[in-house]
């Protein structure tokens, strides 16, 4: 068990100014960590909500504060929009009288490969693996090369374990896309993982309606079950649809893996 009882940890996520589930995952892992008790405080500072990120530091009372972004993957967030924000310069900065340690985003864990596959079991449970397409459903475009390049590793390595029939990669707005999903999967069975952080815009709205589920965008997760009534049977599949990744409770874990990770590379600061 990880013990700072003289730090801080901040979590960092995106935030919606449209839809309440974008926040939620990290508001959940601020809630477990700070039932745990390792820190001296635990919080939470968003893009797009409150507490925002310039504002955060003024909450806390310890002189040396961890940041974990609650992220998929390195990208304009976490390189320039929270370094920005919050002062950092490097790994280590001080800022405000503060000693600010700045950790590598959760989407970046080695773990996330596992998470992914327990995710797709559970959503399909006594579906045989070997009769099954796995997809791993990014956003895609320009805009999010580097959450795309996270997709495509995290299907590698889940090839490589062999233990499904086959693995893709799909996304919303560049090939191959997830609206046509049922081109290149070849199974009678299709389990659908969103790479996301939480159940928002994307994994809940947008994207059943490019699976083909829906006709038209519905209401948040939080507001429905429907999605959480699997299998759906379509164009001649059984189709398994999960949450996001980042909803995951053991991305807690991950997150305290994350400020142990910078303490073993950064001892000495």
């Known amino acids: 068990m990880l013990s700072k009882p003289d730090s801080a940890l901040i979590i960092v ?29 635990v919080v939470s500072a968003f893009w ?3 507490p925002s990120l310039r504002q955060v530091l003024h909450m806390i009372d310890s002189d040396e504060v961890y940041v974990v972004p609650n992220f ?4 304009y967030f976490t390189r320039t929009v929270i370094p920005r924000e919050l002062g950092i310069t490097g790994p280590v900065s001080e800022v405000s009288g ?21 995710r797709a079991a559970e959503v399909a449970p006594g579906v045989p693996p070997s009769e099954t397409s ?46 046509e999903w049922d081109t290149y999967t070849s199974q009678p069975n299709v389990v ?12 809940f709205q947008d994207i059943p309606v ?19 009534q699997n299998p759906h049977p379509l164009r001649g599949r059984s189709l398994f649809f999960a949450s996001s990744i980042g909803t995951e409770p053991l991305f807690a874990d991950l997150i305290l893996d994350q400020v142990a990770a910078f303490d073993a590379i950064h001892t000495a600061q």
């Open 13 to 41: 996520g995106h935030g919606s100014t449209v839809n309440q589930d974008s926040s939620a995952p990290t508001l959940e892992h601020v809630e477990t960590l700070s039932r745990r008790g390792g820190f001296a405080e």
């Open 48 to 50: 797009k909500e409150e």
């Open 72 to 75: 998929i993957s390195e990208g």
């Open 98 to 118: 503060k000693k600010l340690k700045y950790c590598e985003p959760v989407g970046n864990h080695v773990r996330m490969t596992e998470l992914l596959l327990r």
């Open 134 to 179: 796995l997809l791993i459903v990014g956003h895609g475009t320009n805009l999010n090369d580097n959450s795309a390049l996270a997709a495509k590793r995290e299907v590698d390595r889940i090839r490589e374990t062999g233990i499904y029939a086959e693995v893709f990669n799909a996304y919303m707005e560049e090939a191959p896309l997830i609206a």
């Open 192 to 203: 659908v993982v969103p790479f996301f952080i939480a159940d928002g815009l994307h994994s």
């Open 210 to 228: 490019l699976l083909g589920i829906e006709q038209e965008p519905g209401l948040a997760a939080s507001q429905r079950q429907v999605f959480r």
